[in-house]
């Protein structure tokens, strides 16, 4: 066992291997057919004809998804256990794959998104109690473990998506990551079968907040204040990954290789991000510095595309991309701005479920504004003033006070 192991650890991979690599194949899973679409969404116009507004409305169906299903997931898990849930998202996210490789139209290629996307929505939320189940005594290794993976998958498919394409075809790009479905479906299938998972009557419960606190959330100035700076992250997130291969192409003259592998600049940000702010965030006396660090990181990268988008186009993809460092940091202050085990689980609820709602308006108002307007620099403008009510609202963030506290 590593010395650094928590008291009473077991070693990780003692009896519960196949649960660990279930976990991370999961995990490889939930980002990759988000990133996969932008970069070749050319070759896909070509055959199909789309509007700004339908690539707009495409583009939000990730968050859209991840909101819905994250909130009904709980009520699966009363029904089966959290491994048969979970086999069944997986089925779906198969299916999704499969049904966007054989799309023979838009609305079927949409169609086969949303099956993926939202199996993507339970998978997100049945995760944890999958780690804690299986891994009680390593949650914070096993987690750190997963997000990486989910780092990283965000970052291949914007790399490989248009050589694929260029050499087998976009539908063969966008429905080669069946084959990560299928193998993250086979653990699951092994442990289901042989390891005969408990009732859900006694199983990690997925949690809904109690009704006494969730009603508390919606007159929290800290919960709203919360779900906006999420759904700043969110939104921009969401509108980079449609549009950003269309606008470095349009502005900067990128050809469609080049701006794929920007996106996965763009998508690598997470990574140091994610490893880097949670620690941070618990150490320091104010997160104020941060949340305006990255409102700082969303502007200059904005202003750089429309001001100078030939010159450094890396430097301004890479100050755009590290403004979602609020995603992580909001993660972080659920549980820091919270006293209760209830009120973290409402605080969740209600910044994610209105932050991804919130947020999925990203795609469609940049493809509007770009529809509209034919240009991009309305649409930049736009999402650099919602970096704003980010700051604002980062001011009551930051004031180090519980959800539980009166106002």
Known sequence: MSASAPPGARPLWQGRAIALVGILLVAANLRTAVAALSPIYAEIRAEFP?????????????????????????????????EAVMLSALGVMLAGHLLRAAAPSFVVLALGSALTFAGMGVGNVLLPPLVKRYFPDRIGLVTSLYATVMSVSTLLPPLIAVPVADAAGWHVSVGMWAIVSLLAVLPWLRILVSHRPAHPAHDVEVEGAPPAMAGRVWHSPLAWAMAVVFAVSSLNAYAMFAWLPQILHDVAGTPPAEAGALLSVYAGMGIPAGLLVPL????????????????????????????????????????????????????????????????????????????????????????????????????????????LAAAAAGAIVARPRALEDRR
């Open 50 to 82: 789309v509007s700004s507004l339908g690539v707009g409305l495409l583009g939000m169906l990730p968050p859209i998804c991840f909101a819905v299903f994250g909130l009904i997931a709980p009520s699966f898990t009363r029904r089966l256990s959290l």
């Open 280 to 387: 941070l965030a618990s150490r320091l006396r104010s997160v104020a510095g941060l949340i305006y660090a990255a409102v700082a990181f969303f502007i200059a990268g904005y202003l750089g595309l429309i001001l100078a988008p030939g010159t450094a186009t890396w430097l301004w993809v890479t100050f755009a991309g590290l403004g979602p460092l609020l995603f992580p940091l909001v993660l972080v202050l659920i549980n820091m701005r919270t006293r209760t085990h209830a009120g973290s689980v409402a605080l969740s609820g209600f910044t994610q479920g209105l932050g991804y709602t919130l947020g999925a308006l990203g795609p469609l108002v940049v493809g509007v504004l770009h529809q509209t307007t034919g240009g991009w620099t309305v649409p930049l403008i736009v999402l650099t003033a919602t970096a």
